[in-house]
C-alpha cells in the first residue's frame, strides 16, 4: 500500500459520526460543502475561506460574514492542502492523484497554472513572503520548492519517509517536515534546500504548527493520541501531550497561548494550554475533524469534517483577566501611586478600577502585568483593583486588594532666633522654616505663637494682632519643601523684661498632621537693658 493510500484509508476508516491558558471554543454554525473537505484557509482579509474536497476536486469558497458557500471552482481528481498567498491574489491547492499542484486566480477563482510536483502531494506551506511554495510529496519522500513568480519546481529535497505535514519558520530559513513513516520530524535548510536535522518524535508525526516566537513546533501524532512538542533551538522533544482518538492536525493561537488539536477518530478538538503543556478542555464538533484555520485575531475558526461534509464555525471567546498580585498593596488617598497590577489575559485592557476610587489615572498592560496610576479618593480602606479587557472584568478576589489611607502630611517646624545689639533699639529676629515630611503634600497649613507681653512685634510675611502671630503657607507644599516666615520683637532700652519664650507651633493645616504635638519649636531669650541680649 502506497504511503498516500495508508493515509488517505486511515482517514477514511474513522467513525462518520488546571487553569486554561484560553477559554474553549463553541460551534456557532455548520455550513456544508463538497464531500470530504480535508484543507481550509483564509483570505487575509478574512472574507473567505477555502475549503478542499479529497474526493471530487470541487473547492468551496465560504464567505465568513455570511456564513453561506457563495462559490467554487473543480480543478484536478481531489485535493488535500489549500495555502493563500499573503496578499491574498492566489491559492495554491495539492491533488494527490494527478501529483500537481494548482493556482487559482482568487478574483476570479479561475485555475491559472497546473504545476507538476511529485509522487502523491499531500501537505503545502508558503514562505513569510509568499516567494516559495513548499509541497511533501508522501508516496517519492521528497519536497518539492516551487518558486511561485514563474510557477516552476528549483528543487526537490530528499526527506524522510512519508512526508505529510509542514511548516515554515517566520524568516523563511527553516522549514520543518513531518516524516510520518520515519515518526521524525526533519529540519530543511531552506537556502541549501537540504535536510539538516533530524528530530525523532519516537511515534507518527502528522501535522505541524510553529509558535509565533518560533521556538516551539507542535506535532500532531496521529497513531498514538499525542501532540508533541519540540524545542526549535536544541532540536530536541521537551515532552508530549496525552489528548483524543486520531490527531492529524494542530493549530496555535495567534499569541501562541494555545493549541487546538482535531481528534479525527472521536469528532472533537482538544484545547491545550502551550505553557502548563495540559488539555483544558475537550469540545465535540463536526465528524472527523481535520484542518483548521484561525482568524489573525484569534477569535473564529473554520474546522474541516473530513466526513461530515461541512465546515464547522467556531467561535473562540476571549479570556476573562485574572488579578493575582498587586503591588504595592496600598497608598494614600491623595492618589498618584505607581501601582504594578501582576496578572493573566490582562493585554487589550479597556480600564483599571480601584473600587469606589474609581478609575485608575494612567494604566498600561500587558498579557501577565499593568502599571496603573491610583486615582485620588476620600476613601480609606481596602478596595479590589480590577482590569477589565474585551473579554470581560476580573473577579474580586483577596490577592487584588488596595488599602488606601487618609492623607497625612507631618509639618516640621523649626525656629531660629537671632539678637541685633543696637544702642538705642536692639532687636531680636526670628525666622521659622516650615517642611512637609510627608508622607503627602501639604495642601494648607498654619503656625501660630504667643507673643510676650513688653516687647514690641512686628512681621513682613506673618499677621501680628492682639498679641499673637499667625504664619500660613501661601501656596501647597510639595514633600520634602520648605516655606520660611520672619518676624521680629524690638527690645528697647527700658524694656521691663528680661526674659522671654516664643513657641511656634501647627495650628491648622490639611491634610492631617499625624504627629502634630512635635509640630512645634521654642527659643528662650533673655536681655540686659536692651544692650545685651542672647537666645538659645
Same mark, same amino acid.
Given at each position: 500500500? @502506497?504511503?498516500?493510500?495508508?493515509?488517505?484509508?486511515?482517514?477514511?476508516?474513522?467513525?462518520?459520526?488546571?487553569?486554561?491558558? $484560553?477559554?474553549? *471554543? !463553541?460551534?456557532?454554525?455548520?455550513?456544508?460543502?463538497?464531500?470530504?473537505?480535508?484543507?481550509?484557509?483564509?483570505?487575509?482579509?478574512?472574507?473567505?475561506?477555502?475549503?478542499?474536497?479529497?474526493?471530487?476536486?470541487?473547492?468551496?469558497?465560504?464567505?465568513? $460574514?455570511?456564513?453561506?458557500?457563495?462559490?467554487?471552482?473543480?480543478?484536478?481528481?481531489?485535493?488535500?492542502?489549500?495555502?493563500?498567498?499573503?496578499?491574498?491574489?492566489?491559492?495554491?491547492?495539492?491533488?494527490? %492523484?494527478?501529483?500537481?499542484?494548482?493556482?487559482?486566480? !482568487?478574483?476570479?477563482?479561475?485555475?491559472?497554472?497546473?504545476?507538476?510536483?511529485?509522487?502523491?502531494?499531500?501537505?503545502?506551506?508558503?514562505? *513569510?513572503?509568499?516567494?516559495?511554495?513548499?509541497?511533501?510529496?508522501?508516496?517519492? =519522500?521528497?519536497?518539492?520548492?516551487?518558486? &511561485?513568480?514563474?510557477?516552476?519546481?528549483?528543487?526537490?529535497?530528499?526527506?524522510?519517509?512519508?512526508?505529510?505535514?509542514?511548516?515554515?519558520?517566520?524568516?523563511?530559513?527553516?522549514?520543518?517536515?513531518?516524516?510520518?513513516?520515519?515518526?521524525?520530524?526533519?529540519?530543511?535548510?531552506?537556502?541549501?534546500?537540504?535536510?539538516?536535522?533530524?528530530?525523532?518524535?519516537?511515534?507518527?508525526?502528522?501535522?505541524?504548527?510553529?509558535?509565533?516566537?518560533?521556538?516551539?513546533?507542535?506535532?500532531?501524532?496521529?497513531?498514538?493520541?499525542?501532540?508533541?512538542?519540540?524545542?526549535?533551538?536544541?532540536?530536541?522533544?521537551?515532552?508530549?501531550?496525552?489528548?483524543?482518538?486520531? *490527531?492529524?492536525?494542530?493549530?496555535?493561537?495567534?499569541?501562541?497561548?494555545?493549541?487546538?488539536?482535531?481528534?479525527?477518530?472521536? =469528532?472533537?478538538?482538544?484545547?491545550?494550554?502551550?505553557?502548563?503543556?495540559?488539555?483544558?478542555?475537550?469540545?465535540?464538533?463536526?465528524?472527523?475533524?481535520?484542518?483548521?484555520?484561525?482568524?489573525?485575531?484569534?477569535?473564529?475558526?473554520?474546522?474541516?469534517?473530513?466526513?461530515?461534509? /461541512?465546515?464547522?464555525?467556531?467561535?473562540?471567546?476571549?479570556?476573562?483577566?485574572?488579578?493575582?498580585?498587586?503591588?504595592?498593596?496600598?497608598?494614600?488617598? &491623595?492618589?498618584?501611586?505607581?501601582?504594578?497590577? @501582576?496578572?493573566?489575559?490582562?493585554?487589550?485592557?479597556?480600564?483599571?478600577?480601584?473600587?469606589?476610587?474609581?478609575?485608575?489615572?494612567?494604566?498600561?498592560?500587558?498579557?501577565?502585568?499593568?502599571?496603573?496610576? #491610583?486615582?485620588?479618593?476620600?476613601?480609606?480602606?481596602?478596595?479590589?483593583?480590577?482590569?477589565?479587557?474585551?473579554?470581560?472584568?476580573?473577579?474580586?478576589?483577596?490577592?487584588?486588594?488596595? @488599602?488606601? &489611607?487618609?492623607?497625612?502630611?507631618?509639618?516640621?517646624?523649626?525656629?531660629?532666633?537671632?539678637?541685633?545689639?543696637?544702642?538705642?533699639?536692639?532687636?531680636?529676629?526670628?525666622?521659622?522654616? %516650615?517642611? =512637609?515630611?510627608?508622607?503627602?503634600?501639604?495642601?494648607?497649613?498654619?503656625? /501660630?505663637? @504667643?507673643?510676650? $507681653?513688653? %516687647? !514690641?512685634?512686628?512681621?513682613?510675611?506673618?499677621?501680628?494682632?492682639?498679641?499673637?502671630?499667625?504664619?500660613?503657607?501661601?501656596?501647597?507644599?510639595?514633600?520634602?519643601?520648605? #516655606?520660611?516666615?520672619?518676624?521680629?520683637?524690638?527690645?528697647?532700652?527700658?524694656?521691663?523684661?528680661? =526674659?522671654?519664650?516664643?513657641?511656634? #507651633?501647627?495650628?491648622?493645616?490639611?491634610?492631617?498632621?499625624?504627629? *502634630?504635638?512635635?509640630?512645634?519649636?521654642?527659643?528662650?531669650?533673655?536681655?540686659? %537693658?536692651?544692650?545685651?541680649?542672647?537666645?538659645?
Amino acid at each position: 500500500m @502506497t504511503a498516500i493510500a495508508a493515509a488517505t484509508a486511515a482517514l477514511l476508516s474513522q467513525p462518520g459520526t488546571a487553569r486554561a491558558a $484560553a477559554p474553549p *471554543p !463553541t460551534v456557532t454554525a455548520q455550513v456544508p460543502v463538497a464531500p470530504y473537505p480535508a484543507g481550509v484557509a483564509l483570505t487575509p482579509d478574512r472574507g473567505h475561506a477555502y475549503v478542499t474536497s479529497q474526493s471530487t476536486g470541487s473547492v468551496s469558497v465560504l464567505d465568513t $460574514a455570511s456564513g453561506t458557500v457563495t462559490g467554487s471552482f473543480t480543478d484536478g481528481s481531489g485535493s488535500y492542502a489549500v495555502a493563500v498567498s499573503p496578499d491574498g491574489h492566489r491559492a495554491y491547492l495539492t491533488h494527490h %492523484l494527478d501529483n500537481t499542484v494548482s493556482v487559482v486566480d !482568487t478574483a476570479s477563482n479561475t485555475v491559472t497554472a497546473t504545476v507538476p510536483v511529485g509522487a502523491q502531494p499531500w501537505g503545502l506551506a508558503l514562505s *513569510p513572503d509568499g516567494a516559495r511554495a513548499y509541497v511533501s510529496n508522501a508516496a517519492a =519522500n521528497t519536497v518539492s520548492v516551487l518558486d &511561485t513568480a514563474s510557477n516552476t519546481v528549483t528543487a526537490t529535497v530528499p526527506v524522510g519517509a512519508e512526508p505529510h505535514g509542514l511548516a515554515v519558520s517566520a524568516d523563511g530559513k527553516r522549514l520543518y517536515v513531518a516524516a510520518s513513516g520515519d515518526k521524525a520530524v526533519n529540519v530543511v535548510d531552506t537556502v541549501g534546500s537540504a535536510v539538516s536535522a533530524t528530530v525523532p518524535v519516537g511515534h507518527s508525526a502528522f501535522g505541524l504548527a510553529l509558535s509565533p516566537d518560533g521556538s516551539r513546533l507542535w506535532v500532531a501524532d496521529g497513531d498514538d493520541s499525542t501532540a508533541a512538542v519540540i524545542d526549535t533551538a536544541a532540536n530536541a522533544v521537551l515532552g508530549t501531550v496525552a489528548v483524543g482518538s486520531g *490527531p492529524y492536525a494542530v493549530t496555535l493561537a495567534p499569541d501562541g497561548s494555545a493549541a487546538y488539536v482535531s481528534n479525527y477518530a472521536d =469528532n472533537t478538538l482538544s484545547v491545550v494550554d502551550t505553557a502548563a503543556r495540559t488539555v483544558t478542555a475537550t469540545v465535540p464538533v463536526g465528524a472527523s475533524p481535520y484542518a483548521l484555520a484561525l482568524t489573525a485575531d484569534g477569535r473564529h475558526g473554520y474546522l474541516a469534517d473530513f466526513t461530515g461534509g /461541512a465546515v464547522q464555525v467556531l467561535d473562540f471567546p476571549l479570556p476573562v483577566p485574572a488579578v493575582t498580585a498587586v503591588t504595592p498593596n496600598g497608598g494614600s488617598g &491623595t492618589g498618584g501611586v505607581a501601582v504594578t497590577v @501582576t496578572g493573566t489575559d490582562l493585554n487589550g485592557a479597556t480600564a483599571v478600577t480601584f473600587g469606589a476610587a474609581g478609575v485608575a489615572t494612567a494604566f498600561n498592560c500587558t498579557r501577565t502585568s499593568c502599571t496603573a496610576t #491610583a486615582p485620588a479618593t476620600t476613601v480609606t480602606g481596602p478596595v479590589d483593583v480590577r482590569v477589565t479587557t474585551p473579554g470581560g472584568t476580573s473577579a474580586a478576589v483577596a490577592a487584588d486588594r488596595f @488599602t488606601y &489611607t487618609a492623607p497625612s502630611a507631618h509639618l516640621g517646624v523649626a525656629l531660629t532666633a537671632t539678637p541685633v545689639t543696637q544702642l538705642l533699639a536692639s532687636r531680636v529676629d526670628y525666622v521659622v522654616t %516650615l517642611t =512637609n515630611q510627608g508622607p503627602d503634600p501639604l495642601t494648607a497649613a498654619a503656625v /501660630a505663637a @504667643t507673643l510676650p $507681653a513688653g %516687647l !514690641t512685634w512686628s512681621s513682613t510675611d506673618c499677621t501680628v494682632a492682639a498679641g499673637k502671630l499667625t504664619c500660613s503657607l501661601s501656596a501647597p507644599l510639595a514633600k520634602g519643601a520648605t #516655606a520660611v516666615r520672619h518676624f521680629s520683637a524690638r527690645v528697647g532700652l527700658l524694656s521691663p523684661i528680661r =526674659n522671654w519664650d516664643v513657641t511656634v #507651633a501647627r495650628s491648622a493645616g490639611t491634610p492631617a498632621d499625624p504627629s *502634630p504635638t512635635t509640630s512645634r519649636d521654642t527659643r528662650s531669650c533673655a536681655s540686659v %537693658l536692651g544692650l545685651t541680649i542672647t537666645c538659645k
